[in-house]
């Protein structure tokens, strides 16, 4: 179920990585907290395997507000379900409506 979530940059752990067994490539995964703002906030983990989303991440002071888009899925192991929000791309969030007060527009003359 892919979906977006815009909320403030709250807390990033340390990456951590390895080899994977199958194919024998390097892997990095990073965990971060997103925390939404509204009538009842809530934080969110995130995690990551992107090295794009991870340098973003790693670059960007908390409390930043950021627009993640993200895909949340289950998986059983053992007869226990577990649910995991994984950021694929993440943007620092801007409001779609900005006002420039002290620009003004050229008048433009037709003949």
Not at 76 to 88: D, K, V
């Amino acid at each position: 179920m892919k979906m977006e979530v815009i909320g403030k940059l709250s807390q990033k752990f340390e990456p951590t990585g390895g080899i994977s067994n199958s194919t024998g490539k390097n892997w990095r995964k990073m965990e971060f907290l997103i925390e939404k703002k509204g009538k009842f906030p809530s934080v969110l983990m995130l995690s990551t395997f992107s090295d794009q989303v991870i340098n973003f991440i790693e670059d960007t002071k908390i409390g930043t507000e950021l627009s993640c888009a993200i895909d949340v899925s289950s998986r059983e192991w053992t007869g226990r379900y577990f649910t995991e929000a994984r950021c694929f791309k993440v943007e620092t969030h801007r409001n779609e409506t900005v006002s420039y007060p002290h620009l003004t527009l050229p008048t433009i003359y037709s003949v």
